[in-house]
């Protein structure tokens, strides 16, 4: 990846942020060849929604924003993650090599990363094997773009080396930087990611059918990027998408733990619930019948018809009428997808 790589700049806030467009300036000015395609409106707490309505439909304009002359600006009804997803499969020209989601006005730590569409459209970037870097700059007036702008020009050479090495799955980096004056910033450090966020949501009913959401500021705690931040550091966390948690195994009922894949029973050989037993127990060997010769409810199977069934079985022979019994157990739908 060189500096003329494709870059796809996107953002949660609305293609109308001030972020957004600082940013596409400054890689236009490194030389990258970019494109930007954000959300028409503002969708900020998406995540990695990529809702569409019911007809598919996903309206898009080209605009052309002051400032951003040479870069094609996309607005697209729709949060991010959509939007990332659409640029990799080619909606708006070549598919990027690289994604950039921001400059966010306000931070994204913490557990605010599941909420934050910042970080939900790099996340839905790394889906698609791209390398991707959400960049946000905390809260407060006014904004210094500029000291993000910087931080990010430091970070990125280490991103596309990471990018570069193939043996890697791409890099998704998370960067936050305090809204400091470029001078005032205390350097960059690699943060874990915290157990608070710096906002919390509180909730209240304000009548029968109306509740009121609001963020309100989280109290300063100890550890995390919120201390770095706190302290003028700009914090550099490296995330990875969600995936399985290998190491929890739950206690399930024995009989789900017990039961073969392909012993599933087909919804036309439940038994009737008179003759239904206790989970665990083993049903005695005199007692078993062939699939399909279940008794109705309240019917009682003669011994003689089961033995007769049991014979034919064991014989390679069909019952009555030439056809063979399906094998015990064993579901058609299971037999037709193994999945």
């Known amino acids: 990846m060189t500096a003329a790589a494709r870059v796809l700049v996107t953002n949660d806030d609305g293609v109308a942020g001030e972020g957004l467009h600082r940013l596409a300036r400054r890689l236009r000015d490194q030389d990258f060849d970019v494109v930007v395609a954000a959300p028409e409106e503002d969708e900020s707490g998406c995540g990695t929604s990529r809702a569409v ?11 052309a924003p002051a400032g951003l002359a040479g870069i094609p600006v996309h607005a697209v009804a729709a949060p991010p993650g959509l939007i990332v997803a659409a640029a990799c499969q080619g909606a ?4 990027p090599d690289l994604v950039l989601s921001g400059i966010n006005p306000g931070a994204n730590i913490g557990p605010a990363v599941l909420h934050s569409g ?23 007036a006014p904004y210094h773009w500029d000291t993000a702008l910087d931080v990010l020009t430091a970070v990125l050479p280490a991103v596309l080396a990471r990018a ?11 960067v936050n930087v305090p809204n400091v004056p470029a001078h005032r910033l205390a350097g960059v450090r690699h943060a874990g990611l915290g157990a608070h966020a710096d906002s919390r949501l509180t909730i209240q009913r304000l009548g029968p059918e109306l509740l009121h ?24 966390t490296p995330l990875r998408p969600v995936g399985e948690d ?19 029973r087909a919804p036309n050989q439940e038994r ?3 003759q239904e037993r206790a989970v665990g127990q083993e049903r005695a060997p005199d007692q078993e019948r062939a699939v399909g010769q279940e008794c109705a409810v309240g019917q009682e199977c003669a011994p003689d018809r089961e ?16 056809q063979r019994p399906a094998p015990r157990g064993r579901s058609a739908a299971l037999a037709q997808d193994p999945s």
């Open 272 to 274: 009737a619930p008179n």
């Open 118 to 140: 910042t970080v939900g459209a790099a996340l839905t970037a790394i889906q698609y094997g791209r390398p991707a870097v959400a960049l946000s700059l905390g809260h407060g």
């Open 246 to 264: 290998t190491a929890v195994r739950f206690a399930l009922p024995a009989a789900d733990q017990e039961r073969a894949p392909n012993q599933e």
């Open 307 to 322: 033995r007769a069934v049991a014979q034919e079985r064991v014989a390679g022979h069909g019952p009555a009428g030439g």
């Open 213 to 236: 959401a609001a963020h309100q500021p989280a109290a300063p705690r100890d550890g995390g990027e919120a201390a770095l931040l706190a302290a003028g550091y700009a914090t550099v």
């Open 53 to 63: 309505a019911a007809d598919g439909l996903v309206p898009t304009r080209l605009r």
């Open 92 to 95: 708006f020209g070549p598919a």
């Open 164 to 174: 570069r090495d193939r043996r890697q799955p791409p890099p998704l980096c998370n």
